[in-house]
């Protein structure tokens, strides 16, 4: 897995995709908006290319995001 030009290659977003889907899957269904959808791709990306592409770790934190009651751990990446 890895970026270029800024880019996360097919692989990546493959499994960016699954640790997304993961994710959303977790969370209660009124938190299944859009919006709070949208909230946690964004961390997920922002994880990714600021703590790096470590699957187990990017996956915990998407889960902790998706099990707190607002998503703010990206807010300060």
């Known amino acids: 897995m890895s970026t270029t030009n800024g880019q ?14 993961e994710a959303c899957g977790s969370l209660p269904l009124h938190r299944r908006t ?16 600021h703590c790096g592409l470590d699957t187990v770790r990017l996956r915990r934190y998407a889960l902790l995001e998706a099990a707190s009651p607002s998503l703010e751990l990206y807010r300060i990446l």
């Open 8 to 21: 996360f290659d097919p692989e990546t977003l493959a499994v960016l995709k699954s640790i997304f889907e």
């Open 34 to 49: 859009p919006e709070v959808r949208s909230d946690l791709a964004v961390c997920i990306l922002k994880l990714a290319v």
